[in-house]
T-cell receptor
Framework: DTAVSQTPKYLVTQMGNDKSIKCEQNLGHDTMYWYKQDSKKFLKIMFSYNNKELIINETVPNRFSPKSPDKAHLNLHINSLELGDSAVYFC?????????????FGSGTRLTVV | KNQVEQSPQSLIILEGKNCTLQCNYTVSPFSNLRWYKQDTGRGPVSLTIMTFSENTKSNGRYTATLDADTKQSSLHITASQLSDSASYICVVSAPYFTGGGNKLTFGTGTQLKVEL
């Protein structure tokens, strides 16, 4: 199926650990994004990659680092996890640097830091 | 600070009834406005996308309106169904000149519940 797929769907880990969330899209989109949805359901952009170039990097702690091995993948690495990192993380993709085309979102990864 | 505010925060309606969700924004400049539906535990799914020159756009039982002058948008749901129960998120897109592309600002959403 054509889609944006994220793995894992659920991730429970202890403080201080390092973890990765993977994202893949087979839609042929040229831009991929990571969003964080907090407990109030507010979606905030974290990163955006276009053709392996970082376009948008919001004020995200440098413990978070995106890795894009190719145009179809954008993985999120998180070092030294903190309790406040607990949230749902969504991967998304779009075409032509978003403009007037729609975003396609993955189903989300619920990260719980204990 | 660019903001997107939605109202009401939550809404409960009976199946078959209509409802209207509101979105006010201060994002400027403005590229387009989108409405997304997010089911519990799922990613947002696009319902409508409107540029500043469009006043209304429909997608089945969903009709979005936009007044770019007053920076207001609404999403009208007709003949609601149980499956409409979800969070509806208003998203405003603005040009992001550093490196090109656009930046999306998400509202906090309206939680809709449709009951029998």
């Amino acid at each position: 199926d054509t889609a944006v797929s994220q793995t894992p769907k659920y991730l429970v880990t202890q403080m201080g650990n390092d973890k990765s969330i993977k994202c893949e899209q087979n839609l042929g989109h040229d831009t991929m994004y990571w969003y964080k949805q907090d407990s109030k359901k507010f979606l905030k952009i974290m990163f955006s990659y276009n053709n392996k170039e970082l376009i948008i990097n919001e004020t995200v702690p440098n413990r978070f680092s995106p890795k894009s091995p190719d145009k179809a993948h954008l993985n999120l690495h998180i070092n030294s996890l903190e309790l406040g990192d607990s949230a749902v993380y969504f991967c998304a993709s779009s075409n032509d640097r978003e403009r007037n085309y729609g975003y396609t979102f993955g189903s989300g990864t619920r990260l719980t830091v204990v | 600070k660019n903001q997107v505010e939605q109202s009401p925060q939550s809404l409960i309606i009976l199946e078959g009834k209509n409802c209207t969700l509101q979105c006010n924004y201060t994002v400027s400049p403005f590229s387009n406005l989108r409405w997304y539906k997010q089911d519990t535990g799922r990613g947002p799914v696009s319902l409508t996308i409107m540029t500043f020159s469009e006043n209304t756009k429909s997608n089945g039982r969903y009709t979005a309106t936009l007044d770019a002058d007053t920076k207001q948008s609404s999403l009208h749901i007709t003949a609601s169904q149980l499956s409409d129960s979800a969070s509806y998120i208003c998203v405003v897109s603005a040009p992001y000149f550093t490196g090109g592309g656009n930046k999306l600002t998400f509202g906090t959403g309206t939680q809709l519940k449709v009951e029998l």
